[in-house]
């Protein structure tokens, strides 16, 4: 099938991420398996063209409060 008549998809994650604070280590391998699912490959013949996670990061430690402000994270 040619890219031009591939089926476009938008992949979309939500989740709850650990809220505990002794398990606020856990948050970063929840996001990379995130990451992963996103960027994985179609099931059927298609174009992931774009993804979207959204839900409750449960920023509990203060540093994490203006990660996404970070330059290299835009």
């Known amino acids: 099938m040619d890219e031009l008549n591939q089926k476009r998809l938008l992949r979309l994650c939500t989740t709850h991420l ?19 699912l996103l960027k994985g490959p179609p099931a ?20 994490e409060h203006g990660l996404h402000k970070l330059a290299m994270l835009i």
């Open 44 to 63: 059927v013949e298609s174009k992931v063209i774009a993804g979207l996670v959204g839900g409750d990061m449960n920023a509990i430690d203060r540093l």
């Open 18 to 36: 650990e809220s505990l604070w002794d398990g606020k280590g856990y948050r970063t391998g929840q996001l990379a398996i995130i990451s992963t």
